[in-house]
């Protein structure tokens, strides 16, 4: 019986010793977090996007109480959302321009000619390590939907060309469809980047155009029309984005082929007045008498 007890005693004492370390160690180690945060988070859309440059709304919330950040940093609230956090933080709102993903190709199936049919898992990705897919044009948009499926805010949609469209609306700018393009073509642009090459072709340009219709020909037009905007690079338009001029249409206005757009917020991608003009609706057929079939 003594030996119960003795065991029962020495457990008891066990018990308190530890009880009394961890609520020593709780006192000690305790961490204040500003009652502040839950509110904020509440506050916030939840959509987890990263577009703030942070991992999610929780850690933004943090950082807004912490004064690192404002709320306008956030370009998936609404404005209304954002002067409440703002007024409940007692800080000025900020601005941030809005940003959203670009896509560097207009070629859709029916402006742009494949070398081999693909049959096998639809994704771009699987398409992709079979030949480059089967496209002619080796920087081309496959068409098979990674970057709608991989979207998270119907942002995406493929249209009856295979060529995905972006809601500047929807667009988070979360970066979802940059990582799953296995050609690297789209990119994270603030809004006001309305002057956009629809291309990433590097060919010479009759080669390229004899590949995709709306494909960049390197022709120089747009960059004498606007020389301190434009330069022709590998074959290939660039714009400099860091001038001061990119509100101007003129770029595009010569562009044989529609290369070189402006991006609307509500009519979309816009060409030029003298681009060639595609009434095509049907898909282009594969040039299968030339070249291997990818399989």
């Given at each position: 019986?003594?030996?119960?007890?003795?065991?029962?005693?020495?457990?008891?004492?066990?018990?308190?010793?530890?009880?009394?370390?961890?609520?020593?160690?709780?006192?000690?180690?305790?961490?204040?977090?500003?009652?502040?945060?839950?509110?904020?988070?509440?506050?916030?859309p939840h959509a987890n996007c990263g577009a703030c440059g942070c991992p999610?709304?929780?850690?933004?919330?943090?950082?807004?109480?912490?004064?690192?950040?404002?709320?306008?940093?956030?370009?998936?609230?609404?404005?209304?959302?954002?002067?409440?956090?703002?007024?409940?933080?007692?800080?000025?709102?900020?601005?941030?321009?809005?940003?959203?993903?670009?896509?560097?190709?207009?070629?859709?199936?029916?402006?742009?000619?494949?070398?081999?049919?693909?049959?096998?898992?639809?994704?771009?990705?699987?398409?992709?390590?079979?030949?480059?897919?089967?496209?002619?044009?080796?920087?081309?948009?496959?068409?098979?939907?990674?970057?709608?499926?991989?979207?998270?805010?119907?942002?995406?949609?493929?249209?009856?060309?295979?060529?995905?469209?972006?809601?500047?609306?929807?667009?988070?700018?979360?970066?979802?469809?940059?990582?799953?393009?296995?050609?690297?073509?789209?990119?994270?642009?603030?809004?006001?980047?309305?002057?956009?090459?629809?291309?990433?072709?590097?060919?010479?340009?009759?080669?390229?155009?004899?590949?995709?219709?709306?494909?960049?020909?390197?022709?120089?037009?747009?960059?004498?029309?606007?020389?301190?905007?434009?330069?022709?690079?590998?074959?290939?338009?660039?714009?400099?984005?860091?001038?001061?001029?990119?509100?101007?249409?003129?770029?595009?206005?010569?562009?044989?082929t529609g290369a070189i757009v402006w991006m609307d917020a509500v009519k979309?991608?816009?060409?030029?007045?003298?681009?060639?003009?595609?009434?095509?609706?049907?898909?282009?057929?594969?040039?299968?008498?030339?070249?291997?079939?990818?399989?």
């Open positions: 019986m003594i030996e119960y007890v003795i065991a029962g005693g020495l457990m008891g004492g066990v018990g308190v010793l530890l009880a009394a370390a961890l609520a020593y160690a709780d006192k000690k180690l305790y961490v204040f977090e500003d009652p502040r945060i839950d509110q904020v988070d509440s506050m916030l999610g709304c929780r850690v933004f919330a943090e950082k807004l109480v912490a004064g690192e950040l404002k709320p306008g940093k956030c370009t998936v609230s609404t404005p209304e959302a954002i002067e409440q956090i703002a007024a409940f933080l007692q800080v000025d709102s900020g601005a941030e321009e809005k940003r959203v993903a670009r896509l560097a190709c207009a070629g859709g199936a029916h402006v742009a000619r494949n070398r081999a049919r693909y049959w096998g898992v639809e994704t771009c990705r699987a398409a992709a390590l079979v030949s480059g897919g089967g496209k002619a044009c080796s920087w081309g948009c496959l068409g098979l939907g990674d970057c709608e499926r991989v979207c998270e805010f119907d942002a995406i949609q493929v249209d009856r060309h295979g060529l995905p469209r972006v809601s500047e609306a929807n667009c988070t700018a979360c970066g979802d469809c940059v990582e799953i393009c296995p050609k690297d073509l789209f990119s994270i642009h603030p809004v006001s980047h309305r002057l956009w090459v629809a291309c990433r072709n590097l060919l010479p340009g009759d080669e390229a155009e004899a590949r995709c219709e709306v494909a960049c020909t390197a022709c120089g037009r747009c960059a004498a029309d606007a020389p301190n905007l434009i330069r022709i690079e590998n074959q290939l338009a660039v714009i400099d984005y860091s001038r001061n001029q990119i509100a101007t249409r003129a770029p595009i206005e010569r562009c044989p979309g991608s816009m060409k030029g007045l003298e681009a060639k003009k595609i009434t095509r609706s049907s898909a282009l057929p594969v040039e299968e008498a030339r070249l291997p079939v990818a399989h």
